[in-house]
């Protein structure tokens, strides 16, 4: 079945940026996704990109999809102790349900 | 900002006893979804709903769950008799808005609620 894969911990000094990462196998996937998730909090939808992207920037955060090599990665720039968190990345096909990496512990250290 | 939401937060139950987590989804959505996080752990897909009926489910969504939208609001997650392993985040999320015909990929963007903590004794 489908995999989604991510480092688990990534360590970064404030006002650095952060990078992400994340591969996946299906090949059908239409929708990359980064969700946060601070510690006994929800899911929160950082931001998306369609198959047919190789790049989305937000602000902050910068999205790249290398859809040949089936990995998807989140920058965050001057990263903050805000956004201390899990990161998730997932993948879904159309409106099929998301599956969803291990997710990746961000500590940002002051 | 329409939002996802759950109730109740936390749920405490006796193994064997039946619980019904409650979700209420973006009022325009047409798919609703539910997902689990044993502590520690993925997020793991349970089942997806459309149209009144059960669109995908996995292999943990077995006879123990079930689902139902009661009425035009509500989005409800039964398990009939909770195991010690059912105790997890519970995730509720829906997508997929009433706009057809359109090329807005957007509306198929799921969105999450704050999750509703099981705990079952």
């Known amino acids: 079945g489908e995999d989604v894969e991510q480092s688990l911990f990534l360590s970064v000094r404030e006002g650095d940026s952060s990078v992400i990462n994340c591969t996946y196998t299906d090949s059908s996937s239409t929708y990359l996704y980064w969700y946060k998730q601070e510690p006994g909090a929800g899911l929160q939808l950082l931001t998306y990109i369609f198959s047919n992207m190789d790049m989305k920037q937000d602000q902050r955060l910068t999205v790249l999809l290398n859809k040949k090599d089936k990995h998807l990665s989140l920058r965050i720039a001057d990263t903050q102790t805000g956004d201390s968190a899990i990161y998730f990345c997932?993948?879904?096909?159309?409106?099929?349900?998301?599956?969803f990496g291990s997710g990746t512990r961000l500590q940002v250290q002051p | 900002e329409p939002e996802v939401t759950q109730t109740p937060s936390h749920q405490v139950t006796q193994m064997g006893q039946e619980v019904i987590l409650r979700c209420v989804p973006i009022?325009?959505?047409?798919?609703f979804y539910w997902y689990r996080q044993i502590l520690g752990q993925k997020v793991e897909f349970l089942v997806s709903?459309?149209?009144?009926?059960?669109?995908?489910k996995s292999e943990i969504f077995d006879d123990q769950f079930s689902v139902e939208r009661p009425d035009g609001s509500n989005f409800t997650l039964k398990i009939r008799s909770t195991k010690l392993e059912d105790s997890a985040m519970y995730f509720c999320?829906?997508?997929?808005?009433?706009?057809?015909?359109?090329?807005?990929?957007?509306?198929?963007?799921?969105?999450f609620g704050a999750g509703t903590r099981l705990s079952v004794l």
């Open positions: 997932a993948e879904s096909a159309g409106r099929r349900a998301l599956t």
């Open positions: 009022s325009n959505h047409l798919y």
């Open positions: 709903f459309y149209n009144n009926e059960i669109s995908e």
């Open positions: 999320a829906s997508g997929g808005g009433a706009r057809t015909g359109s090329l807005n990929l957007a509306k198929n963007i799921q969105y």
